[in-house]
Structures are given as C-alpha cells and as structure tokens.
C-alpha cells in the first residue's frame, strides 16, 4: 500500500499515455496467447465480451475509433462530427478468426497506430482542438487520448473479469473475498 | 460477442487452472515493465493498493499463501487451520525495492511454485481434501486452487483498474462510457 494521497485531477501527458497504449498489445498476447479455448471463449452472458471478443474490439477501435477521429479533430473541416462507433462491430470482423491473428493484427494496427500519433507531433494548442462526439457532445482531441488509454485499461480488466468468472463456484467459500467474481 | 449461453458452474481442472496461473508473470512484465512511476505508483486512496503494491501483494501470496496452505491440506496433521493472511504485508515487505526487482521476484517465486504443484501429481480424491480457513471455515484444495487462478485475475483487474483512474477527469465527458473509472 501507498501513501500517497487521494489522487486529484491529473493533466495528460501524451508521452506518458503512449507508454501505456504501446504496451497492450504484449499485455494481451502474454495473458491470452496459447491459452485453452474456454478461457478465451467464456462470457458473462448475453450481450458480452469474451476475452476474444475484447481482442475483436480492440481492432475495431484501431481502425474505425481513435486515430480517425483524431484525424477529424485535427483536420478541423466542415463537420467535425464523429461517425458513431459499434460496440458490436467485432462479431461480424472476427468471425472465422482465431484469437492468434487476431492479437497480431491489433499489435501491428496499434505499432501502426502510434507512429502516426507519434508524427504529429502534437502541440499544447492542437490538444485542444475539438470535435463533436454524436451522442456526448464537445470533445478535445486531449481527452480522446486519455479515453484511448483508459479504454484500453477497462478492456484488460473486463478480460481478467470475464476470465475470473469462470471459477465463480469453484472457489466456494473464498467467493466472499474475491469482489471480482460478482461485477459486472 | 460470443453465442454461448450463461455459464454455468464449471468444473475445476488442474492443468487448466495452471495455463492461467503460468501466464500472470509475464502479463504483469508487460503491463508495468519499463512504465513511468506515476503509472505505477497512483492508487485510489488510502488502504488501496497500487500496481507496485498489487506485485508485492502477489509475492506474498507465493511465500505464505497459496502453497503453504496447499500443503497443510495434503499433510492432513494435527491442524488443518490456516495461518491467517496479511494483505498488507507487502507495506514492509516491498518497502525500498523496485517494481523490477518485484516483477523478477513473483516470476522466480511463481515458476517455483508451480514446479511444486506440477510435482505433487495431485489425484482427484487430493483435490477433495480439506483444510480450515481462519475466517470462512471448511474449504478444499481444489477450492484453494481456483481461488489462486481468480486472485490472480482478480489483481490484473485491479491493477488496471488503478491505472486507468489517473485519467478519470482527463478522458472529459467520456467518463459516462467508461464504468472502469467510477468502480471501486
């Protein structure tokens, strides 16, 4: 345990969210790859995401989420309206796949993903461009950036969850010490 | 999204249960390896763990927990009752090290630690055995097991969970989208 304080309000710093975003695609592939199916397939029920359908999602956010829509924040034209994102999008891509090249394709989309980042070389100002989000709103490209990360953090912990919740009752007892079994 | 109904209950099995168990090392590398301190340091407030206090936290269950207690059940001597658990150990334990010195220490202890349960060959009929938790009373070593897999999983989830909190304020109107950051 630390000492620290309650932790107030942080300023994002790009080199640091990239730190983050540049280590997920080796943080699935050492947690999933070569893992028995029914930990990568199990869900939490209707309407929820397997470990694989995680990975899925995550590719979907690399083609059709974050640096597209960066690119419509910075471009800055006519509408900066972003096109609606589908949670969903990955039943359809990842059909027939297998979770392998699945986590190669998002680590290759996501090296590719950051050297366009990176080559922006992104000012204070630009940062603070904005864009229109279709259901939330006024957005800034900074915290489209910060969401990327934190996006990618919810995932891995819904991974671990999902995977967790297969031994539900088979850990009898201790059920009552492990929070992580019963969230949703 | 998978099609597969609502898991039900799901039989424990050893050499599964390890698949998982083999992997939390190098997943935990990968995530923390190298990363900037406030990544790694930030918690939720006082008596919440940060991801350096989640690895000291997994080095103590891998010297006083999960074989420990695995073997008081398999000896079956005088006294089935475990040693009760200090799940803030870690405070003196990690005091002064390095978050690569922890990361190197779990994976040494892990890899030991499933060599000993690899050894052991462990019967179905050993699996049903039983010892006495301080607090929750009668539990078995399968039970023991699968709650070592779900604690692993359990702390991968907090751990990101943690992180992505740095940027509660930081992703702006996003944080309706993203539960991870409200969840304690």
Redesign the interface.
């Known amino acids: 345990?630390?000492v620290?304080?309650?932790?107030g309000?942080?300023?994002?710093q790009l080199t640091?969210a990239i730190?983050?975003l540049e280590?997920t695609p080796?943080?699935f592939?050492?947690?999933l790859?070569?893992?028995?199916e029914?930990?990568t397939?199990?869900?939490?029920?209707?309407?929820?995401?397997?470990a694989?359908?995680n990975v899925g999602h995550l590719i979907h956010g690399e083609r059709a989420d974050w640096i597209p829509r960066a690119r419509i924040i910075l471009q800055q034209g006519a509408s900066l309206r972003f096109e609606p994102y589908d949670r969903?999008a990955?039943?359809r891509e990842s059909a027939g796949r297998t979770l392998v090249e699945l986590l190669d394709e998002f680590t290759r989309l996501r090296v590719e993903n950051l050297a366009t980042l990176r080559g922006w070389n992104l000012t204070e100002p630009e940062l603070d461009l904005k864009g229109e989000?279709p259901d939330?709103?006024?957005?800034?490209l900074?915290?489209?950036l910060?969401?990327w990360?934190?996006?990618d953090?919810?995932h891995?912990?819904?991974t671990?969850?999902v995977?967790?919740?297969?031994?539900?009752?088979?850990?009898?007892?201790?059920r009552?010490?492990?929070?992580?079994?019963d969230?949703r």
């Not at 939330?136 to 800034?140: A, D, I, M, N, S």
Request: charged fraction near 15%; glycine fraction near 8%.
């Open positions: 345990m630390s620290q304080p309650v932790p309000p942080v300023s994002f640091e730190t983050v280590r080796a943080t592939l050492a947690l790859g070569g893992l028995p029914p930990w397939t199990c869900n939490e029920g209707p309407e929820t995401f397997s694989f359908d969903f990955q039943v989000h939330l709103g006024p957005v800034t900074r915290q489209l910060a969401t990360v934190a996006h953090l919810g891995l912990a819904q671990a969850r995977m967790a919740t297969r031994y539900r009752e088979a850990v009898g007892l201790w009552a010490y492990l929070p992580i079994l969230r």
